[in-house]
């Protein structure tokens, strides 16, 4: 599978990509800050709330085994990571198809927001790395996984 | 003004400390990562929703002239800090009440949400530094602001 570079437009049908780059921005407090704003779409449904996580993720062994994709039904989900350092962002558009599977290489500067029933897999780290998440919570099942027949490996 | 260290027990007044120590936590993605859940209370009242975004924040010269206090009260706002670097939180009951102001520490691995109403000044940083930010988006006015008739000055 080849990696590509994590871009808004490249991105664009699995959600969004939180970064300055191409960001509405202006001051505020008295010029002290510059407000990067409404990076992405926060969507939560059916009786949802919004929550706030930390996760701290171990990197894989090379090659990454992909067995699985999930997704939420019921919210989107946002990572942005917490140290400066590249990640990486596997997406299918299903899971069943080899063909719609794209890999995103992210800066340790871009977050990304996965679109409420986006396919992804886990997080995918080089080294162990933390990540602030802001997704749903509420009732209701917001998780669907499907495991893969065949298996797909990533050698970044 | 005596600078307190932050902790979840010293801040509860004002809204959450968003770390992991204390926090419930699980793992999830076949092991590969642990899920810090739910840190803050997430409140956006009157037809709002929530937004992220990012700030960049210069430091103020010191002495820190702290001469206006603010407060948000359709939502709660959260900070976490993009970098390992200490920052200063500053608070009050009533912005005329000199006695109620309290100053904390925290540290690059803690963040903080303000409670609904809470009085608070801007971000303050030793250096440049870069937060992401959840808080409100929608109708209706979520920015009060008093000016101090006499200034207070912080010398952390």
Redesign the interface.
Known sequence: MKIEKLTRKGFAAFGDV?E?AG?KHYG?????????????N?DVIEGG????????????PHPICIDLMERHPLGSQ?F?P?QDEDWLVLVCGAPKDENSYRCFRATGKQ?I?YARNTWHF??LVFAPSRF???DR?GPGNNLEEVMLEKALFLAP
């Open positions: 939180i300055l960001a505020i407090n008295q010029g002290f800050a510059e407000r990067y704003d409404d990076l992405c926060v709330a919004v929550k706030v996580s930390l996760f701290d993720v171990k990197p894989r946002a942005y917490l977050g927001n886990p997080l602030i998440i802001v919570k």
